[in-house]
């Protein structure tokens, strides 16, 4: 079988290395493929809900999607801006760039939030999230109407 680039095949392994354990993915009637934009999504939608999180993404990222979307134009899912997955066949691996409600604690934002996207990652893929990394790039001020770049003088 050729090498997918951006879904993952999920195969059973009757007697590999991992002690036979069949992903609850595959089975012998069939496997289940999930596409990385999946899991992206899924990642980026437990974050938002996690509270504490004003929004996802770089400074630049959150700028232009602001302004493309003034000017009606969607250059890319907002939804999944911010988000990195590595999605294997029994694992997935979560980057995310996060903007923190000023007053809030980032270690306990970012405790939620990993494991909220542990939770429904593992809950609606079945596969299993060994690490969510986070990268808190920005605090909001409660006032702050739009990011510091998109601002016009």
Known sequence: MAEETAATRVTS??????????????SQRGTTTINDLV?????A???????????????AARALG???ERVG?????????????EVGEREAAVD???????GESIPKVSDAVRENVIKRIEGIT??????VNIVVNDLHFPGDAQPEESRVS
């Open 96 to 102: 995310l760039t996060i903007v923190v409600e000023y």
């Open 126 to 131: 079945g596969l299993s999230v060994p690490e």
């Open 13 to 26: 392994r009757g007697s590999g290395g991992d002690g036979g354990k069949e992903s609850p993915l595959a």
């Open 66 to 68: 602001a302004m493309t």
């Open 73 to 85: 134009v969607s250059m890319s899912d907002d939804r999944s801006r911010g988000v990195s997955v």
């Open 39 to 43: 899991v992206t999504k899924v990642a």
């Open 45 to 59: 939608i437990a974050a938002r809900e996690t509270s504490g999180v004003y929004d996802l993404g770089g400074g």
